[in-house]
């Protein structure tokens, strides 16, 4: 499929939300979005859709690179009068009523508002989720591209930890390498928890030393292409106690449970609740989290949720992580995490590096 059909393909999902709720238009102001829909890729811009044509309003910036990126896109570009030359683009293109994304700032909604008059604006932002949650070979191709860059950034890394250096350190040598592989950049704030800090689950790098024995959670990804990966290890320092290396085979084997159990037309949920049985036979789900994963793309965290109780069915194309955890208050964590593409027949597991890595 060539770039014009992707985009016409997408189109077409927006064109089928405009039919069923009777509008005339649809604005787009995420980044997202307006690279899903369009290909800019830019900082600034809002993107305007109307059954017989697509319109970019942005700044001089990047007036260039917005008719390089799109194809069949009018750039219109702005000066300071950003909101009254959008305004007037909708009712150029004839738009009555319109949806919009509900993330627009209230400073910018409401002065845009009241130069449309009485164009009509219903707002959506599930929908538009939901429909960037399948994805198309070329974004396939793309996460792929980013968990390769990660997983040979991490490969490379392995070999220079050792008991002693601190949390930062372990952080800033896996930023370097991951670069040196291709990664445009992190695609969130890298997580390293050692020892008792690896039961805060979002446990940002601090000059903590790493000791003998220590578990260490370390969850990151990178973006490539603009597509994000998302991968953790549980790193194994020195002699790990029974009772720690118990814990870490415990939620190896949740992960297992629910890898086994994706295959299309199955719930989010059974996924979830194929992890936890493990958690709950062990009498230990009051030290989990409430979710198993979610869908990676163009957003590290997109649709499908894997949480209890999601009834979302599972169809080829959808990419998301599974990453059970138990986190132990003053303790330790422990979390493994895979990313997996849902197939016509089962599921893949994209992410290849081994989930017990001991160190020194």
Do not use: W
Not at 137 to 165: N, Q
Not at 187 to 194: K, R
């Amino acid at each position: 499929m060539d770039r014009k059909e992707t985009y016409q393909k997408r189109l077409a999902g927006v064109y089928s939300y405009m039919d069923a709720h009777q509008l005339d238009g649809a604005m787009f102001t995420s980044y997202e979005n307006r690279r899903y829909y369009c290909g800019f890729t830019g900082s600034n811009g809002c993107l305007i859709i109307t059954r017989d044509k697509v319109c970019l309003v942005t700044d001089k910036r990047y007036t260039t690179q917005a008719q390089q990126q799109t194809i069949g896109v009018e750039v219109i570009e702005h000066a300071a009068n950003r909101l009254s030359l959008v305004a007037d683009t909708i009712k150029k293109c004839g738009i009555k009523k319109m949806v919009m994304e509900s993330c627009m700032t209230v400073d910018e909604y409401f002065p845009l508002k009241e130069k449309m008059g009485d164009i009509d604006v219903v707002f959506e932002q599930e929908y538009f989720l939901e429909q960037r949650m399948v994805k198309d070979a070329e974004e396939i191709a793309c996460t792929k591209a980013a968990i390769a860059a990660a997983e040979a950034g991490f490969d490379k890394l392995l070999p220079r930890l050792k008991t002693g250096m601190t949390e930062k350190d372990l952080a800033d040598e896996l930023h370097y390498l991951v670069s040196k592989e291709g990664a445009e950049a992190m695609s969130f704030g890298t997580i390293v928890g050692s020892g008792a800090r690896g039961a805060l689950a979002h446990a940002f790098p601090t000059s903590k030393k790493i000791e003998d024995g220590d578990m260490v959670v370390v969850d990151f990804g990178v973006l490539k292409d603009g597509y994000c990966s998302d991968m953790t290890r549980t790193l194994l320092f020195g002699n790990v106690s029974e009772e720690h290396m118990r814990i870490f085979n415990l939620v190896q084997e949740s992960q297992d449970k629910a890898i086994a159990a994706i295959r299309p037309g199955v719930m989010a949920k059974d996924v979830e609740d194929a992890h936890r049985a493990v958690f709950l036979r062990e009498n230990l789900d009051d030290y989990a989290l409430r979710g198993l994963g979610h869908g990676i793309g163009l957003q590290i965290h997109e649709c499908p949720r894997i949480v209890i109780g999601n009834e979302t069915v599972l169809k080829p194309g959808m990419i998301f992580t599974v990453e059970p955890g138990l986190y132990f208050p003053n303790d330790c964590g422990v979390r493994t995490e895979d990313d997996v593409l849902v197939t016509e027949n089962g599921v893949e597991n994209l992410s290849h590096t081994p989930h017990e890595i001991h160190i020194g």
